[in-house]
């Protein structure tokens, strides 16, 4: 099957506010889609609820991956279904080495689908192997996960983690912000070398910059909680160009 | 209120049975602290000092006393099952207060150490031992009072001067006893001048379907340039009471190091008072606390600094779970004889559920102007940033709970500076956490 995820008319609120309104969204297998828009728009939520992240909550609609019902999963299991997101802000976790942490999540997916503990033989060569991907420093295996970490080894950090987790979708947040062009280079290069014809990524950013990078498919307009806007990788260059006021306008004209 | 009297009754009509099963140095302070509890009651819940715990409610059941000294049934050899064997080979049981040496202990004692019974210690060494016992425990204390009119038997640990003792000294105090009933116990602990010792004391039930209270008092007395390790580890069960009562004198450039760690338990109240009466000495204090259920975990300390020059260490850490309770009164006190004092108070606590509670209390008492002292508490929840976090990588929530609650525990038990006892400690932590049973269920004579 070629389709990956198929969202269809998703709603999601925190408290009283309803950030999503209804977005419609296919991802086929072997794509790169971008979700570009204004700050505010969504972006960063639609990453949220489709990870399963409790401060939201779905009002409406459905989000089918692989052929299941990806809303009704705990966010565990999404990841061992092979959802991956890639954290805008990598959380901090005094306390728990880098090493255990990934140890965790690797032996968690592997008991999701009935198989043994990895040997740790095994465990520390597919961490050698992942780590030159990303080129992430082995010092930081024995830290505490992300303590410490300067703002690009976090965000290789998380592409380090995908590599490890090897999902099928990965979302990456704003993976682009708070990184100096050499970092933003390994980043991208690590989730190009990452990419199949079986998997799909899908980048939200605020910026071009990224794309120059990650070359998408498609590219997606979010706006006020709704994709308003759908088309191929000039659509970034088109923005950068004339920024989001264009789309704005249409789109709150079009609304009165 | 009035629970002290049926103890008081209870020695007035058998106190031939119990100086019978003991010894004259500890009978001789019998009529003292009867003396000093004329008038007094235990304390109950919200006298100072006392928030959130009743000593009275504790001793309030008509629990019997084993004063003819039977010996109750009580399968010692199950206690090597228990959580944490192996540690060392100088290794002791006590059954109730009752000192039961191992074979190996006796084979490998080094010269001018004694670990022993008490009452045996004090009717043979009766000089050594009148010299310490009650010499750091304070009869203003009711509940101290009460232990030391009924103590009839418990440990004695003795070092020599300049004597360094390289293996830790395990004790497992077994509580065993087929009716509910009152143990008291006595510890005392003499390391002195520049000697060096590590004690590890396991604290097991063996009757789980039985009510017990333990009333024990810990008297440390770290000698000139002495060493001294205590890590205190409480696995018993919900049936089980304690008050355990904790004093140290740290004399010139002596080096302390106590820890408490509550990881199974009914009621439990710890106190430690720590008195520094020599100059340049070093004392650290950690406590760590684990309640789930309705258990009960109340902590009370009070390092005292007495003489300049000296630095102290206090941190306390809770998890509570479920409807468990947790207290904690801490205080520094410097008095002007201290300056150049440097002495903190952490108290950091999780609650893991709404049902949970906490109650802290934080103190510093300052009399002199030259010191650097700090002290502060938390209470809080585990961090849902973190568990999202952890579940986005697929670990399932209880595990990453248990993982963020490790972690938060690692820095008690990096308190322990005995490399053997901090990593059985870290074992024992990650059990508990993980959700078994303390090992003492295992061995259910």
Known sequence: MNELLKVTDLHASIGDKEILKGINLTVNRGEVHAIMGPNGSGKSTLSAVLAGNPTFTVTGGSATFHGIDLLDLAPEDRSHEGLFLSFQYPVEIPGVSMVNFMRAAVNAKRKYFNQPPMPATEFLKLMREKRAIVELDNKLASRSVNEGFSGGEKKRNEIFQMAVLEPCLSILDETDSGLDIDALRVVAEGVNKLKTPDNATIVITHYQRLLDYIKPDVVHILYKGRIVYTGGPELALELEEKGYDWIKNQVDKEAE | ?445
């Open chain 2, 1 to 445: 209120m009035g629970a002290l009297k049926q103890y008081i009754d209870l020695y007035m009509s058998q106190r031939e049975a119990i100086d019978a099963g003991s010894a004259d140095v500890m009978n001789t302070l019998r009529p003292v602290a009867l003396k000093a509890l004329e008038g007094r009651e235990l304390p109950d819940r919200g006298v100072e000092g006392f928030e959130k715990t009743s000593i009275d409610e504790m001793f309030a059941p008509d629990y019997g006393m084993n004063i003819g000294r039977l010996a109750l049934p009580c399968d010692v050899a199950a206690a090597f099952k228990c959580g944490v064997p192996n540690v060392s080979s100088l290794l002791a049981v006590v059954v109730n207060d009752r000192f039961v040496p191992t074979a190996t202990l006796l084979k490998n004692v080094p010269a001018g150490v004694r670990v022993m019974s008490l009452a045996d210690a004090a009717r043979q060494y009766p000089d050594e031992v009148a010299r310490h016992y009650g010499s750091a425990a304070s009869l203003e204390s009711a509940g101290t009072a009460l232990n030391t009119l009924l103590a009839q038997d418990g440990i004695y640990i003795h070092v020599d001067r300049n004597i360094k003792v390289e293996r830790p000294i395990q004790i497992v105090t077994l509580t065993s006893t087929p009716v509910p009933m009152l143990t008291t116990r006595r510890i005392l602990i003499v390391a002195e001048e520049g000697a060096s010792l590590s004690v590890l004391t396991c604290d097991h039930s063996m009757s789980r379907d039985t009510a017990a209270l333990t009333s024990q008092v810990v008297e440390i007395i770290a000698g000139e340039r002495s060493r001294i390790d205590l890590c205190d580890i409480e696995e018993t069960h919900d049936t089980q009471s304690r008050y355990n009562q904790t004093y140290v004198i740290q004399h010139a450039e002596s080096n302390v190091a106590i820890g408490g760690m509550t990881l199974q338990n009914g009621t439990t109240r710890n106190e430690y008072r720590v008195n520094i009466a020599g100059r340049g000495c070093e004392c650290h204090l950690g406590g760590m606390a684990i309640g789930s259920g309705h258990q009960h975990i109340d902590n009370s300390s009070d390092v005292k600094h007495c003489a300049p020059h000296s630095t102290s260490h206090q941190l306390f850490k809770y998890v509570l779970d479920d409807e468990s309770h947790g207290a904690f009164e801490g205080s520094i006190e410097v008095t002007p004889e201290a300056p150049f004092t440097e002495a903190y108070q952490s108290d950091r606590n999780i609650l893991a559920s709404r049902g949970a509670r906490m109650h802290t209390k934080p103190q510093l008492l300052i009399y002199n102007d030259d010191v650097k002292c700090s002290h502060g508490a938390t209470t809080g929840q585990l961090d849902d940033k973190a568990l999202f976090y952890m579940q986005s990588r697929g670990i399932p929530r209880d595990e990453a709970r248990m993982m963020l609650m490790q972690a938060f525990m690692a820095e008690v038990v990096d308190t322990v500076r005995v490399e053997a006892v901090r990593d059985r400690l870290r074992h024992l932590v990650e059990r508990r956490l993980a959700g078994y049973e303390a090992h003492c269920s295992d061995c259910k004579a």
